[in-house]
């Protein structure tokens, strides 16, 4: 409603009246204001409902003047945590339970709202592996535990004084054995990332994992299927901040081109592979 009053307000013509023209004016007035592109998008998409809705259900007589008008969002990198700043962010964290939930990121790549819901019925520790029950996009996966996750996780749920369902409670205050809510959660790692002078985010866990195996030689597939990617296309973005794995791959690839590139001209000069006669006119 607030962007829609915006919207009326800037508006001098009546609603039936505007234009593709009108709707390129509006976006200018919007940069003018120094919004972000994010920001610029979320209004274009409010107004763009708002038409729809007048044009199906109030029965206007007009066309929706936004729909081939859009902002190009930027598309930044993953960030992902260096391994001297992983180490130097868990040695801040010393709570039982903290430590369980963001090793649970960083070792099984699991979302913020993963670990939220996460039940103690979805963990196997015989098995070393977690059942994650209605991700993203309403899918199902199976993740696996390293040995410091289920050391963490062990040791946390052995000292937990609660029989609750959901595995990571609420530990002072009122609300003592609730569950522990998202923001919850981003909380405790604000918390850290202040303590330790870490620039870290939950999500950034999560891409520090995806970032870790991939520079450890995982298969594409392989890290798509434990985080969860509908598409390749997502868990191929890693690749573009996977410097480790492009620097390998380009010194052993380059490696292999100046040896065949030697022994060509060794063969050359040996006599044994004759010169190309490289003449002018059979150049194309």
């Known amino acids: 409603m607030n962007i829609l009053a915006q919207f009326a307000d800037w508006l001098t013509v009546p609603l039936v009246e505007v234009t593709r023209h009108n709707m390129g004016r509006y976006v200018d007035h919007l940069m003018e204001r120094r919004l972000s592109p994010k920001t610029m998008t979320c ?5 763009r409902l708002f038409f729809d809705y007048l044009l199906t259900e109030e029965e ?5 003047p936004i729909t081939k008008v859009s902002i190009r969002l930027p598309k930044p990198l993953p960030r992902h ?5 992983v180490g130097k962010l868990l040695a801040f964290i010393t709570d039982l339970r903290d430590r369980a939930m963001f090793i649970l990121m960083l070792r099984c790549g ?3 709202e993963e670990v939220s819901r996460l039940t103690t019925d979805a963990i196997e520790l015989p098995r070393n592996r977690l059942f994650v029950s209605n991700g993203k996009g309403r899918k199902d996966r199976v993740v696996y535990l390293s040995k410091d996750a289920k050391v963490a996780l062990n040791e946390y749920l052995r000292l937990r004084p609660s029989k609750a369902r959901r595995v990571f409670l609420v530990q002072k205050g009122p609300l003592t054995g609730t569950p522990l809510s998202v923001r919850g959660i981003q909380k405790r790692i604000e918390y850290y990332a202040r303590e330790s002078k870490v620039k870290a985010s939950c999500h950034s866990l999560r891409h520090t994992m995806a970032t870790q195996l991939l520079n450890a030689d995982a298969d ?3 890290i798509q299927d434990l985080l969860g990617h509908t598409h390749i296309t997502t868990t191929q973005r890693y690749c573009r ?5 492009v620097q390998r791959d380009y010194y052993a690839a380059i490696e292999i081109v100046m040896q065949r590139g030697q022994g060509a001209g060794k063969n050359d000069v040996d006599g044994n592979v004759p010169f190309l006669d490289y003449r002018e006119e059979t150049i194309l």
């Open 110 to 112: 699991l979302r913020v």
């Open 220 to 222: 594409l597939s392989t």
């Open 241 to 245: 901040v996977s410097n480790v794995k």
């Open 43 to 47: 209004h274009l998409q409010t107004i």
């Open 81 to 85: 945590l260096k391994d001297d700043q």
């Open 60 to 64: 206007m007589n007009a066309a929706n």
